[in-house]
């Protein structure tokens, strides 16, 4: 999920980078392509993973950044179909409605031992990660970030800020630490975090509820919040009870209206703290009649209620009427 935010913050420039490492991104589009210049404006080797019409234009053009956090600059990037060699890293940064067909652009004799570091929305994903890949090389994280591909390689990045949590129970920690640093001396905040459930939940608990609503009723945030406020109210204590029964520290009070400075350093953003005008990645998804990301939010959702036997009632109905409307 994406955050916005109207705060004016003079352009920031990367810091001294550490160690130059090979980094992977599949999917460089909003997310995937502002991180790739990012990074390789650092001074690091990026390797984009995208179709051949996308790749090609990033092989030759690079890649356009138009940012009030980080300035509008080109970074060059090299880009491919499928990865054939070795990296340090692999950003996964697709939809989860496209992640089976892009994993098969990373082989796993490819990757190595790289970390694979998926930035997706839900819960369900590090699962069939590490039943595809090496288990300790998982890093399942999070990014709150604001940034949009208008095109094939350019990207406007309209946050004033991009944050990271580096997670992954079972991967060394000095390679989250080294990951961190890397992208932290190029732009982004990048923290490494010990719970890895809680740090998935903390998204899921303002994700779920703000996407399922924003999409349900076509509205933007401002209006969804103020009309539909009891059930947006259901939602949040919904998402926060089934995330406490899996394991994670998760307040309903955080996600909907704690101040947004305070639930930032903890991890999330509440819903009131979100612009009137903002409409949820999902809704954006509805109105181009693109796949929605329906399953790995809401159907996570409702099968992580059922495994703990929690009650989802308000969550359950507006999960229905969605995927009725989308038939």
Same mark, same amino acid.
């Given at each position: 999920m994406t955050h916005e935010s109207n705060s004016p913050h003079p352009p920031r420039t990367p810091r001294t980078p550490g160690p130059r490492l090979t980094v992977a991104v599949l999917g460089p589009g909003g997310v995937g392509g502002l991180l790739a210049a990012l990074l390789s404006r650092a001074g690091h080797r990026v390797l984009c993973l995208a179709g051949e019409e996308t790749a090609h234009t990033l092989r030759t053009g690079g890649i356009q950044v138009r940012s009030t956090a980080y300035g509008d600059f080109t970074a060059p990037v090299e880009a491919g179909t499928t990865l054939r060699e070795p990296v340090d890293a692999c950003l996964i940064t697709v939809? =989860?409605? %496209? !992640?089976? &067909? /892009?994993?098969?652009?990373?082989?796993?004799?490819?990757?190595?031992?790289?970390? +694979?570091?998926?930035?997706?929305?839900?819960?369900?994903?590090?699962?069939?990660?590490?039943?595809?890949?090496?288990?300790?090389?998982?890093?399942?994280?999070?990014?709150?970030?604001?940034?949009?591909?208008?095109?094939?390689?350019?990207?406007?990045?309209?946050?004033?800020?991009?944050?990271?949590?580096?997670?992954?129970?079972?991967?060394?920690?000095?390679?989250?630490?080294?990951? =961190?640093? %890397? !992208?932290? &001396? /190029?732009?982004?905040?990048?923290?490494?975090?010990?719970?890895?459930?809680?740090? +998935?939940?903390?998204?899921?608990s303002f994700l779920a509820p703000l996407a399922l609503l924003t999409t349900r009723y076509a509205l933007p945030l401002g209006e969804a919040r103020t009309r539909h406020r009891e059930e947006l109210a259901s939602l949040v204590a919904e998402t926060a009870a089934v995330s406490r029964a899996c394991g994670a520290s998760v307040d309903p009070a955080q996600a909907l209206a704690l101040p947004h400075s305070r639930l930032r350093s903890s991890g999330g953003t509440p819903i009131d703290a979100f612009p009137p005008a903002m409409k949820s990645s999902m809704q954006r998804d509805a109105e181009a009649g693109r796949p929605l990301e329906l399953d790995a939010i809401g159907g996570a959702l409702l099968r992580a209620a059922d495994r703990h036997g929690v009650p989802v009632p308000v969550t359950a109905r507006i999960v229905r009427e969605l995927r009725a409307a989308a038939r």
């Open positions: 939809k =989860a409605t %496209a !992640l089976d &067909a /892009a994993l098969t652009r990373i082989p796993p004799a490819a990757l190595g031992d790289a970390l +694979l570091v998926p930035f997706l929305n839900g819960v369900e994903h590090p699962a069939l990660l590490r039943a595809r890949y090496t288990e300790d090389r998982v890093a399942p994280s999070v990014i709150r970030v604001e940034s949009t591909r208008v095109a094939p390689g350019l990207v406007e990045h309209t946050s004033p800020f991009a944050e990271i949590d580096l997670t992954g129970a079972k991967v060394p920690r000095p390679r989250l630490d080294a990951l =961190a640093e %890397a !992208l932290t &001396a /190029a732009g982004p905040t990048a923290r490494v975090l010990e719970d890895e459930t809680t740090a +998935l939940w903390a998204k899921m």
